[in-house]
């Protein structure tokens, strides 16, 4: 019976590290839910204190209420359906396109159901409010005349306009001029845009940390608080299309693959660079996958790639450099004239951690315990950089969407380092299911306890 020892060998190696990693999520558990406390004290003293947060007592640039809705009861349906999934090990059977499929919905699903606790106006209103990108769209005659001007009429705009690129305000003109206009529809729109983010994760994960690690997070994902943002925020479009890039390059990196999937993704993080100027930051991962997979001439690829968009815009008049001064100059004058830095700093900190849920603090423990880290990298760099220039002055929830799904990458990574030549460790932990869990609890209690601006 030669193979009966290694058998129990693998099964008291299987749970150890089942009984190893399930104390972690609860310590994990705990943290997260002493680092939100703390931050909802801090910002209750602020408010006490009467800090210049320019807000009303919320982290979110939003006002308290209480509303209980049927789409309440429906978030919470699907969130029940996907851990029961989890827990009868529904993504580790399904094939993979069908994975992906099943995480688009769910995450679809979820975020739509999220919107209409507030109910059709959680759709439209965020689209429709004035002033915002909407409101702008009607400024626009010709679209090389508006770009070619953007800079120097931005006082003319809103904020959210004057505050990024221009693209945002010519999708929303292009989609009128194809017929599609309502506020509603352009919400589901844009949330449906949005939550392709998902299998698109999955996918560059699949390829970078294996099969199992991109099986294990796409819960994560699909629950994520972040959801509540997700739904009919334009930054949910800058999050697809980088996720998009970051996936494109992340596939070209692979062996025996083309270039073109290189410059497909610089084009296409050119183009999230119009949607937003913080956008190119995750560059930085796309550059670090390629030295880590030793191809490091796919930069000269994406790097051509993403100069496409900005030259074409470029042609037409508007610079893109000039864009991004404009904005930082409008920041300090605008929201930095009346809101505290160094307060919301610390405040940022604390929505990052409820937008991201619990998952990204098992995610920060176990940077270096995973082959995502390039991800980890490149979106925390860019969110350091944001808090360390002082652009962040709030509205995060809405501002760091595109970084957040790379943030968790991290926390299927195993609990302990493999050992050389170790045949039962695992590539990757569990599922965090009770950080699930608490993460989806989390976003239905924003929804209801909370009505934010976006």
């Keep these: 019976m030669p193979t009966v020892a290694p058998a129990r060998g693998e099964g008291a190696s299987r749970s150890r590290r089942a009984t190893l990693g399930g104390a972690s999520t609860a310590r994990d558990a705990a943290v997260w839910l002493a680092l939100v406390a703390a931050g909802a004290a801090l910002t209750v003293l602020a408010v006490r204190l009467r800090a210049p947060l320019h807000s ?60 209409l606790v507030d109910g059709r106006a959680g759709l439209a209103g965020p689209v429709a409010t004035a002033p915002g990108y909407l409101s702008d769209v009607a400024t626009v005659d010709d679209p090389a005349s508006y770009l070619r001007h953007f800079v120097a009429r931005a006082g003319d705009y809103s904020v959210e306009t004057r505050q990024h690129p221009p693209a945002p305000v010519l999708l929303l003109w292009t ?107 995750l560059a930085v991962s796309l550059i670090l996958v390629y030295f880590v997979r030793r191809r490091p001439l796919l930069n000269v690829a994406t790097g051509v790639g993403a100069l496409v968009p900005l030259a074409v815009v470029r042609a037409a008049g508007f610079v893109w450099p000039d864009g991004l001064t404009a904005a930082q100059a409008d920041i300090a004058q605008g929201v930095g004239a009346h809101r505290s830095w160094l307060i919301w700093a610390v405040l940022d900190v604390f929505v990052l951690l409820l937008a991201a849920g619990p998952s990204i603090v098992p995610a920060g423990r176990k940077m270096r315990r995973t082959p995502g880290w390039p991800f980890l990298v490149g979106a925390g760099l860019a969110v350091a950089f944001a808090l360390a220039f002082r652009l962040s002055r709030g509205e995060v929830e809405r501002s760091w969407l595109p970084f957040y799904p790379w943030l968790l990458v991290a926390c299927v990574a195993p609990e302990r380092r493999p050992a050389a030549g170790d045949p039962t460790a695992a590539d990757s932990a569990p599922t965090p299911v009770l950080l699930v869990i608490l993460g989806a609890l989390a976003a239905i209690t924003i929804v209801t306890v909370v009505r934010t601006a976006w």
């Design 175 to 281: 989609l009128r001029q194809v017929g599609v206009s309502r506020p509603a529809t352009l919400g589901v729109l844009i949330t449906l845009v949005g939550c392709l983010t998902v299998p698109l994760v999955a996918v560059s994960v699949r390829s970078l940390c294996g099969a199992a690690s991109a099986r294990r997070l796409v819960p994560v994902l699909a629950l994520a608080p972040y959801a509540v943002w997700v739904a009919v925020s334009m930054d949910a479009v800058t999050m697809t299309l980088t996720a998009a890039a970051l996936t494109c390059g992340v596939v070209a990196s692979e062996p025996r693959r083309s270039g073109w999937w290189a410059a497909t993704g610089g084009v296409l993080l050119g183009m999230a660079s119009l949607f937003s100027y913080s956008a190119g930051w």
């Design 56 to 115: 009303q007592g919320v982290p979110f640039i939003g006002f308290y209420r209480w509303r209980l809705r049927p789409a309440t009861g429906l978030a919470a349906a699907v969130a029940v359906v996907v851990v029961v999934a989890v827990r009868r090990g529904v993504p580790e059977r399904l094939p993979v396109g069908w994975l992906l499929l099943a995480s688009y919905c769910s995450a679809a699903v979820w975020s739509l159901a999220l919107a």
